[in-house]
């Protein structure tokens, strides 16, 4: 990885700890994602286009719940390329005990512009889901779809910084799980009244963006089905063109549908390679639902 100065005024309003990390080796990580290995037999294409003295932000699609696809995709690139990627998490990981420590002990830290700033400064490779909670959050009809908004942070500091956008994406995750219920069918009820109520809804919840959906898996259980996983890297994108225009929100939104097209591109090839395979066992066939056909909506440019 390229070493970079970090100035003063990069770090003092980074929070403790992002620069100042001991990382797990390559071989801790591998072994800890290993269940998940096992589980979902993860296929990868396109780790040629991380390259280790290249730092780039890694940007993609965020799926269901957020936390089946994501350490093993990490862990792929940190041992196939020696880069550990810095995730940048959403706020409300790190308000949650001990799940904050197992993110912060793998590299996550909070997604805030000072400490992307930092981490950038520093020359570390990223990770960013700008759907963040809410594309999480999935509703009903919402595989795979990508859940931006009107968000254009991750493209401001990628020109910001001059780092450019690697575009990736996770198929699987999304066809593991089905929703029962969604943050419409719990607003809908008698729990929603009282979230509306308590003021909760409005607060933590962030207008409903984080009300998470209650999906079953195996079964009635919330155990996903065992889909095989496929990561996609597509070529990165430079941001030479949009240098100095950090501030132009024609720009943003430039690199922005650039990047969500391509992201879109990867999620078509995985598509594609899945349906020429058998991917699933035995097992997998018995316990799996039909699976989804990928969805031509994944969210507008």
Not at 41 to 56: M, Q, S, V, Y
Not at 101 to 116: E, M, Y
Not at 258 to 271: C, G, M, W, Y
Request: hydrophobic residues 35%.
């Amino acid at each position: 990885m390229a070493e970079r100065h970090v100035s003063s005024d990069q770090t003092d309003l980074a929070d403790p700890g992002v620069l100042d990390f001991n990382p797990p080796s390559a071989v801790e990580f591998w072994r800890w994602t290993a269940p998940l290995r096992a589980y979902f037999r993860p296929r990868f294409f396109g780790l040629e286009n991380i390259r280790a003295d290249k730092p780039t932000l890694l940007v993609g699609n965020h799926t269901i719940y957020g936390i089946l696809d994501a350490p093993q995709m990490i862990a792929k690139i940190y041992k196939e390329n020696g880069v550990l990627v810095r995730a940048l998490a959403d706020h409300a990981h790190f308000d949650v005990p001990v799940w904050r420590d197992v993110l912060k002990k793998s590299g996550g830290v909070d997604g805030t512009r000072p400490n992307c700033r930092a981490l950038m400064a520093s020359g570390a490779h990223i990770l960013v889901f700008p759907g963040g909670g809410r594309e999480v959050a999935k509703r009903k009809g919402e595989e795979y779809q990508l859940t931006w908004k009107n968000r254009t942070g991750f493209a401001r500091m990628a020109i910001e910084n001059g780092y450019s956008i690697t575009p990736f994406a996770s198929l699987g995750p999304d066809d593991a799980l089905d929703i029962v219920w969604d943050a419409n069918d719990i607003m809908d009820s008698p729990l929603g009244y009282a979230l509306r109520r308590s003021g909760l809804y409005e607060g933590p919840l962030r207008d409903g963006d984080m009300i998470m959906p209650i999906a079953r898996g195996v079964g009635l259980s919330m155990l996903p089905r065992p889909e095989r996983f496929y990561f996609g890297f597509g070529k990165p994108i430079s941001t030479r063109k949009y240098q100095g225009m950090q501030d132009d929100p024609e720009a943003l939104m430039d690199l922005r549908g650039r990047t969500k097209r391509a992201i879109k591109r990867e999620l078509k090839k995985l598509e594609e390679i899945r349906k020429t395979e058998d991917t699933n066992s035995i097992f997998s066939r018995i316990v799996s639902f039909k699976r989804r056909k990928l969805r031509d909506d994944t969210g507008s440019a």
